[in-house]
C-alpha cells in the first residue's frame, strides 16, 4: 500500500528538545516509518535552522524565537502561516498549541485535509490547578496568565479540528468540561516508553560518576516549573531526611524555578543532599533511573506522566500526589504510592517506608515494569495513531 502523508507541527525541534511532547514525535515516527511519509515542522530553536531527518522522519525548520515561551510559540504559528498555502499533506497533526494558526488557514481556504489536535497536558486544566494550589509569586502569576491565554487557543483549536487524541481518560474528560469538545470526537492514546532501553540495569559507575556510593537515592525527573510540585519536593525532603540522613534528592531537568529552588534549599540547610544534573543527554537517562531507589513526581496537574512510566520500566516503585491522568499511569499500592494532592508529609512517609524496606521497593519494581510492558509502550502508542490516522483517510 502506498504510503500517506502526515505533516506533524511542534514549535520545539523533537531531535533537540527531551519532553514528553518531542519523545511522542520521535518514537512514533520510528515505527511508523514504513507505512508513513512523516514530515516535523518545527521551530528554529537551540540552533535548528537546517532540514534534517531523524528516525524516518524529516524535520524542516520554520522561524520562531528561541526566547521565553509563549512567544516563540506565537512566532512560530505566524510563521506557519506563511507557508500554509505551500504545504500538502493527507493528514495535519498538531501538539498542544503547536498548529491553531495553521489550522485558521485551512478553514479559511475550506481544506478538506484532515487535521488532529494532540492534547497532552490541558492547558485549561494546568492553568486551574495552578490558580487553587498556595499563594503564586509575581513570575508565577504572569507564567499562569499567559497559560490562560494559551489555553483559549487549545481550546479553539480543539473544537475545530476534525479529531482530537489526548494521552489519558483524565485528560478526555477534561478537555469535554473545559473546552466543550464532543466526546465522540476524541481519541485516547497514552504515551508510551521503550522497555529496551528503559529496563533494571545495576550500574555502579553512574553511581560513582555522581557521587551516590552508599546513598539512597529519591529520584525527580521533568521541567522545573510551577506545576511540577517542586516546593512538595522540598517538604517532603526535610521530613524524610529527619530520619534518613543517607537519601539523596537527585533533580534531572531544567527550568524557571532552579534559582527558587537553590534559595529555598539553602534556607532549609538541606543543599548537601541534593544534586541537579539539568537536561541530561537522553542516552544518560536510563542509567540515571537505574542509579535511584525511588522516583518521586509531586506534581498537582499531568495529563499523564511518561517519567512515571520511564521509572516504572526500570524497575523502581514510584510515589505521586493523587492528581489528574497520574492514578492511570500506576498500579496504586502494587507499583507505587498515590497520596493526597498537597500532602507533602504523606509523600514522605511513604518514601521513608519504602526506603527502608528493600523487599518491598523489589517487589513493587517488578510489578511496575509488568504493568509498562502490557499497556504502555511506544509500540502500543504508534499502533492506536497508526489507527486513528487510516480511520481519519477511510483506509
Given at each position: 500500500?502506498?504510503?500517506?502523508?502526515?505533516?506533524?507541527?511542534?514549535t520545539?525541534?523533537?531531535h533537540?528538545?527531551?519532553?514528553?511532547?518531542?519523545?511522542?514525535?520521535?518514537?512514533?515516527?520510528?515505527?511508523?516509518?514504513?507505512?508513513?511519509?512523516?514530515?516535523?515542522?518545527?521551530?528554529?530553536?537551540?540552533?535548528?535552522?537546517?532540514?534534517?531527518?531523524?528516525?524516518?522522519?524529516?524535520?524542516?525548520?520554520?522561524?520562531?524565537?528561541?526566547?521565553?515561551?509563549?512567544f516563540?510559540?506565537?512566532v512560530f504559528?505566524?510563521?506557519?502561516?506563511?507557508?500554509?498555502?505551500r504545504?500538502?499533506?493527507?493528514?495535519?497533526?498538531?501538539?498542544?498549541?503547536?498548529?491553531?494558526?495553521?489550522?485558521k488557514q485551512?478553514r479559511?481556504?475550506?481544506?478538506k485535509?484532515?487535521?488532529?489536535?494532540?492534547?497532552?497536558?490541558?492547558?485549561?486544566?494546568?492553568?486551574l490547578?495552578?490558580?487553587q494550589?498556595?499563594?503564586?509569586?509575581?513570575?508565577?502569576?504572569?507564567?499562569?496568565?499567559?497559560?490562560?491565554?494559551?489555553?483559549?487557543?487549545?481550546?479553539?483549536?480543539?473544537?475545530?479540528?476534525?479529531?482530537?487524541?489526548?494521552?489519558?481518560?483524565?485528560?478526555?474528560?477534561?478537555?469535554?468540561?473545559?473546552?466543550?469538545?464532543?466526546?465522540?470526537?476524541?481519541?485516547?492514546?497514552?504515551?508510551?516508553?521503550?522497555?529496551?532501553?528503559?529496563?533494571?540495569?545495576?550500574?555502579?559507575?553512574?553511581?560513582?560518576?555522581?557521587?551516590?556510593?552508599?546513598?539512597?537515592?529519591?529520584?525527580?525527573?521533568?521541567?522545573?516549573?510551577?506545576?511540577?510540585?517542586?516546593?512538595?519536593?522540598?517538604?517532603?525532603?526535610v521530613?524524610?531526611?529527619?530520619?534518613?540522613?543517607?537519601?539523596?534528592?537527585?533533580?534531572?531537568?531544567?527550568?524557571?524555578?532552579?534559582?527558587?529552588?537553590?534559595?529555598?534549599?539553602?534556607?532549609?540547610?538541606?543543599?548537601?543532599?541534593f544534586?541537579?544534573?539539568?537536561?541530561?543527554?537522553?542516552?544518560?537517562?536510563?542509567?540515571?533511573?537505574?542509579?535511584?531507589?525511588?522516583?518521586?513526581?509531586p506534581?498537582?496537574?499531568?495529563?499523564?506522566g511518561?517519567?512515571?512510566?520511564?521509572?516504572?520500566?526500570?524497575?523502581?516503585?514510584?510515589?505521586?500526589?493523587?492528581?489528574?491522568?497520574?492514578?492511570?499511569?500506576?498500579?496504586?499500592?502494587?507499583?507505587?504510592?498515590?497520596?493526597?494532592?498537597?500532602?507533602?508529609?504523606?509523600?514522605?512517609?511513604?518514601?521513608?517506608?519504602?526506603?527502608?524496606?528493600?523487599?518491598?521497593?523489589?517487589?513493587?519494581?517488578?510489578?511496575?515494569?509488568?504493568?509498562?510492558?502490557?499497556?504502555?509502550?511506544?509500540?502500543?502508542?504508534?499502533?492506536?495513531?497508526?489507527?486513528?490516522?487510516?480511520?481519519e483517510?477511510?483506509?
Amino acid at each position: 500500500m502506498k504510503k500517506f502523508r502526515l505533516t506533524v507541527f511542534n514549535t520545539q525541534p523533537p531531535h533537540l528538545y527531551y519532553g514528553g511532547v518531542e519523545r511522542r514525535i520521535v518514537e512514533t515516527a520510528k515505527r511508523l516509518k514504513a507505512q508513513v511519509d512523516i514530515t516535523v515542522y518545527s521551530g528554529t530553536k537551540s540552533g535548528f535552522h537546517d532540514p534534517t531527518y531523524i528516525e524516518g522522519a524529516r524535520v524542516v525548520p520554520c522561524f520562531s524565537t528561541d526566547f521565553a515561551f509563549p512567544f516563540d510559540n506565537w512566532v512560530f504559528n505566524h510563521s506557519l502561516t506563511r507557508t500554509a498555502k505551500r504545504i500538502d499533506s493527507d493528514v495535519f497533526e498538531s501538539h498542544a498549541v503547536s498548529g491553531y494558526a495553521f489550522l485558521k488557514q485551512l478553514r479559511k481556504r475550506k481544506s478538506k485535509t484532515h487535521f488532529i489536535q494532540t492534547v497532552h497536558g490541558v492547558l485549561a486544566d494546568e492553568y486551574l490547578q495552578t490558580t487553587q494550589s498556595s499563594p503564586l509569586s509575581l513570575r508565577e502569576n504572569l507564567a499562569n496568565y499567559f497559560m490562560w491565554q494559551l489555553s483559549r487557543l487549545e481550546g479553539e483549536t480543539a473544537r475545530n479540528a476534525d479529531v482530537v487524541v489526548t494521552v489519558s481518560n483524565y485528560s478526555l474528560k477534561r478537555i469535554v468540561q473545559l473546552y466543550g469538545v464532543e466526546e465522540p470526537k476524541i481519541r485516547v492514546a497514552p504515551n508510551g516508553v521503550d522497555p529496551e532501553r528503559f529496563k533494571p540495569v545495576k550500574d555502579e559507575e553512574v553511581k560513582a560518576k555522581y557521587g551516590l556510593i552508599d546513598k539512597q537515592v529519591v529520584l525527580f525527573v521533568g521541567r522545573l516549573i510551577p506545576r511540577k510540585g517542586l516546593k512538595h519536593l522540598l517538604e517532603a525532603a526535610v521530613t524524610i531526611l529527619k530520619e534518613n540522613q543517607q537519601a539523596a534528592f537527585v533533580i534531572v531537568g531544567n527550568g524557571p524555578l532552579r534559582k527558587y529552588l537553590d534559595t529555598e534549599l539553602e534556607r532549609l540547610n538541606i543543599s548537601k543532599h541534593f544534586k541537579f544534573l539539568g537536561d541530561v543527554k537522553d542516552e544518560d537517562l536510563p542509567s540515571i533511573y537505574n542509579c535511584s531507589d525511588v522516583f518521586m513526581l509531586p506534581s498537582i496537574q499531568e495529563g499523564q506522566g511518561i517519567a512515571l512510566l520511564e521509572a516504572q520500566a526500570s524497575a523502581k516503585p514510584v510515589t505521586a500526589f493523587n492528581v489528574s491522568g497520574v492514578p492511570e499511569a500506576l498500579v496504586e499500592g502494587t507499583s507505587g504510592f498515590l497520596v493526597e494532592k498537597g500532602n507533602s508529609e504523606a509523600l514522605a512517609q511513604v518514601i521513608l517506608n519504602l526506603l527502608s524496606n528493600r523487599h518491598l521497593r523489589e517487589k513493587m519494581g517488578a510489578k511496575g515494569r509488568e504493568f509498562v510492558l502490557r499497556n504502555f509502550t511506544w509500540d502500543i502508542c504508534a499502533s492506536k495513531m497508526l489507527s486513528i490516522y487510516k480511520q481519519e483517510l477511510e483506509i
